[in-house]
């Protein structure tokens, strides 16, 4: 089982971008993928997740209206689209499959077992 994110980067206050994060090694479409955050000297922070079939998706409230997640099952990917960028979403991003087998997604730590190595996103003033 294998996460790998990428796309993060550094980028102005008001940007966007798109961090993708590519599975192999299990049956992607039946597990929940998530995002989690984490800047330094702070607790990590999910931030999306998107249930298996794509159906059912949600978002923290700190990301509400700027952040979307999608998955393309056939490419055994999650995206993250990001946009209107500000400082404090500076922290690496972490993709996460979520452990049970469920229509609908969790923000709950424990529930996910298999992390990705982490992108870092840096948004200056």
């Known amino acids: 089982v294998q996460l790998q994110a990428s796309g993060g980067g550094l980028v102005q206050a008001g940007g966007s971008l798109r961090l993708s994060c590519a599975a192999s090694?299990?049956?992607?479409?039946?597990?929940?993928i998530a995002w989690f955050r984490q800047a330094p000297g702070k607790e990590r922070e999910w931030v999306s997740c998107i249930s298996g079939s794509g159906g059912t998706s949600t978002n923290s409230d700190s990301v509400k209206g700027r952040f979307t997640i999608s998955r393309d099952n056939a490419k055994s990917t999650v995206y993250l689209q990001m946009n209107s960028l500000k400082p404090e979403d500076t922290a690496v991003y972490y993709c996460?499959?979520?452990?049970?087998?469920?229509?609908?997604?969790?923000?709950?730590?424990?529930?996910?077992?298999?992390w990705g190595q982490g992108t870092q996103v840096t948004v200056s003033s």
């Open positions: 090694g299990f049956s992607f479409n039946w597990h929940n």
């Open positions: 996460a499959r979520e452990r049970r087998l469920s229509p609908f997604c969790t923000s709950d730590y424990g529930a996910y077992d298999r």
